[in-house]
């Protein structure tokens, strides 16, 4: 005859082990999910220049400020099992000196995207309106989601986007460096399982992404005739929810 202690930890091994059957269950169920992912991402506007690109910069270097569009369809990410997305653009470029310097990359705007059943958090992303409805007064329903009115997660269009941040070399130079690449990253973080990261080959029901890259060349360095208003960052309306965790 087993004692209470024995009991209870009996019972306990038991759910552990059934909990986390249906945790693996779970994870490797959305691998029957089909995926196909599309993006299309276009430069919009790239400018060198001289400064400070940050507050506590203690030096002045040269940077780049870079505008783009991005109009991409990622619903078919989110499934039973996604937590959230978290979404990254990305500029990569060859070093100074490709034959001993790996190639630099910078991150140019980011934001994390849940899904419609995950807990509200300060920091995930509010989709700015489209131009032709900023001027109309936004539902209350429609407010602060991270996807445009009408849509659902995994949708986003941005038109003229300014970047979150600046890009810099360690270098300090950055101007005429060809053969760059504007590129669209993502993370999917389920509730269960392992992170995924960006697909481009297809694999099973899992699609490869369609588009998301633009090439480009960083021009030549601007002078004074370059607006501050023009190199303004934007960091989204969700700044204004709380500070960063």
């Known amino acids: 005859m087993h004692n209470t202690l024995t009991r209870v930890q009996n019972v306990f091994g038991f759910f552990t082990s059934v909990a986390f059957a249906v945790a693996a269950g779970i994870a490797m169920s959305v691998l029957l999910s ?12 790239v400018q060198v220049v001289k400064g400070r690109p940050h507050y506590y910069s203690t030096k002045r270097e040269e940077y780049a400020h870079v505008k783009f569009d991005l109009d991409a369809d ?14 990254s653009i990305t500029a990569s470029y060859p070093s100074s000196d490709p034959s001993t310097i790996p190639p630099s990359e910078a991150v140019i705007w980011d934001a994390i995207i849940p899904s419609d059943y995950a807990p509200l958090h300060p920091n995930t992303y509010i989709h700015p309106a489209s131009k ?42 950055i101007a005429k460096r060809g053969n760059a690449t504007l590129s669209l990253h993502w993370n999917v973080q389920p509730w269960v399982g392992a992170l995924v990261w960006t697909n481009k080959n297809s694999i099973g029901r899992w699609q490869g992404l369609q588009g998301g890259e633009a090439k480009f060349d960083f021009p030549p360095l601007k ?3 370059v607006k501050k208003d023009d190199l303004k960052t934007e960091t989204g309306g969700e700044r204004n929810r709380g500070s960063p965790a």
């Open 223 to 225: 002078g004074t005739e």
């Open 132 to 173: 032709a409805k900023k001027s109309a007064k936004p539902k209350k329903k429609e407010s602060g989601k991270p996807y445009p009115a009408g849509g659902s997660p995994g949708i986003v269009r941005l038109e003229n986007q300014k970047p979150k941040y600046q890009i810099t070399d360690v270098s300090g130079k």
């Open 34 to 45: 089909p995926q196909a992912p599309s993006a299309s991402l276009e430069l919009k506007n």
């Open 74 to 87: 990622l619903t078919s990410l989110f499934n039973w099992n996604t937590k959230q997305l978290y979404l």
